[in-house]
């Protein structure tokens, strides 16, 4: 059950109860879609230019992981090669969608009036990059209270060409579900699957630029691979309660983003 049920709409109440996700479309205009967009390759570059190896880069707190692999070939800027950069929310113009009451007044309804988000990343899906298999993004942190809340923003068409994400609807009531290393040799680092689940009931999430999904952090999610021959981009974040314990790491970074 929602924290502050009155924060939300009643059928995104029920919705929320019953599927764990809701999508929001039409949160973010294209202006800032295309500006977040353009900032992620000027970061992605500039961190290329700093150090690291192997795609793996960092400058000033954020960093970059590689695509290790591709179904067709890639190009070779810093951004062709690029998965994810990490570390944005503090950062113009990721801040102010991060902040965005459109986004954290639809989390707070889930969490409480409170919130902060403690994890950013930019998802460059470029052509012929794999999908992240089905996963819970819980398996991920290791805090001492649940549900954190995902927040995954369109900042590009999403399709089932290009990538988009499939949900399970209703897995966010499974506990968490042991994982096991993508079963795909050359994977990207750190890809983890569920495999003793039946998916056959799952559902793509088609999104224009600026659709917003929200989703509880047992949700068992995919991602297709991007079989079209233009980049698919997504802005992530994950919200949870102010004076959550635990789970230190490089990528999570609690920042106030709502007060009641
Ligand atoms: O956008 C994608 O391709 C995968 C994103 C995802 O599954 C996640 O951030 O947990």
């Known amino acids: 059950m929602p924290a ?12 929320w109860i019953r599927d764990g996700c809701i999508v929001v479309p039409g949160v ?20 290329a230019s700093g150090e690291g190896t192997n795609g793996y880069f960092h400058k000033n707190g954020s960093f970059t992981v590689p695509e290790e ?8 800027r810093p951004e062709d090669r690029t998965s994810k950069l990490y570390n944005l929310h503090r950062h113009h113009p990721f801040n102010d969608v991060a902040i965005a009451s459109a986004i954290t007044s639809v989390v707070a309804g889930v969490l409480g009036p409170a919130v902060d988000c403690f ?29 954190q809340v ?21 897995t966010h009531t499974e506990p968490l579900h042991n994982h096991v290393p993508d079963r795909r040799p050359g994977a990207n680092l750190g890809y983890l699957e569920i495999v003793d689940h039946d998916f056959s009931s799952a559902v ?8 917003v999904l929200v989703f509880h952090s047992f949700l068992m999610h995919r991602s297709g691979d991007n079989t079209s021959d233009s980049r698919r981009t997504a802005l992530v974040f994950h919200y949870g309660q102010p004076g959550t314990i635990g789970g230190e790491s490089g990528t999570i970074d609690w920042m106030p983003a709502r007060r009641a």
């Open 150 to 170: 995902g927040v995954w923003v369109a900042t590009s068409r999403a399709t089932e060409d290009n990538g988009c994400l499939f949900v399970a609807p209703g």
């Open 204 to 211: 793509p999430v088609c999104m224009d630029p600026g659709d």
């Open 4 to 15: 502050c049920p009155e924060l939300m709409t009643p059928a995104a109440v029920e919705q």
């Open 28 to 47: 973010v205009d294209h202006d800032t879609c295309a500006a977040i967009n353009d900032r992620a390759v000027a970061m992605v570059r500039d961190i």
């Open 69 to 76: 692999n591709f179904t067709v070939g890639a190009g070779d």
């Open 119 to 147: 994890n950013s990343q930019f998802i460059f899906k470029n052509p012929g990059a794999w999908g992240q298999p089905w996963h819970q993004d819980s398996l991920y942190f290791n805090f001492d209270c649940y549900p």
